[in-house]
């Protein structure tokens, strides 16, 4: 009933495989900066500017300006004598200078400070002591004798 049949083709060749290139090496892709935080321990004493692109925290003394493009928080321990700039600051410690913040500027209960400040936002704790004169709004611009600054 069934008849084998007997297959007299022959079989065609199998295609042939891809020849795999080799891959190019991956470049790297470029990672953001990790962000520094920069401590200046209680104890420690500066004399002199203190610049950096990230966060700064001080528990010491400088004596000398200190600016950076970030977060600066000023411990109770700290005391500065200069002035500062930074993005946002955080003040507990004791500040002689004018205070520049183009950001959130909070002024803690134990903070002093004795000098102009000028910041887009502002929060000041009860209990706080200042000297001076505030400047605050989004587009802040306070002259001092000799000394201009504007925040955007």
């Known amino acids: 009933m069934f008849k084998d049949k007997k297959n007299t083709k022959t079989p065609a060749p199998a295609p042939a495989a891809p020849v795999a290139s080799k891959p190019e090496p991956s470049k790297p892709e470029p990672k953001a900066p990790a962000k520094v935080n920069n401590i200046i321990s209680e104890g420690t004493v500066i004399e002199g500017n203190v610049m950096a692109d990230g966060d700064i925290n001080v528990n010491g003394k400088v004596t000398g300006d200190v600016s950076t493009k970030s977060q600066l928080i000023i411990g109770q321990t700290a005391n500065i004598q200069?002035?500062?700039?930074?993005?946002?600051?955080?003040?507990?410690?004791?500040?002689?200078?004018?205070?520049?913040?183009?950001?959130?500027?909070?002024?803690?209960?134990?903070?002093?400070?004795?000098?102009?400040?000028?910041?887009?936002?502002?929060?000041?704790?009860?209990?706080?002591?200042?000297?001076g004169r505030f400047q605050v709004g989004s587009s802040t611009k306070f002259t001092s004798p000799g000394k201009e600054s504007v925040l955007d």
Not at 102 to 122: A, P
């Open 82 to 131: 200069g002035n500062i700039t930074a993005e946002n600051a955080d003040i507990a410690g004791s500040v002689n200078g004018t205070v520049t913040v183009s950001g959130l500027l909070t002024i803690r209960q134990s903070s002093k400070i004795d000098g102009d400040v000028i910041t887009k936002n502002l929060n000041v704790e009860s209990g706080s002591m200042f000297t």
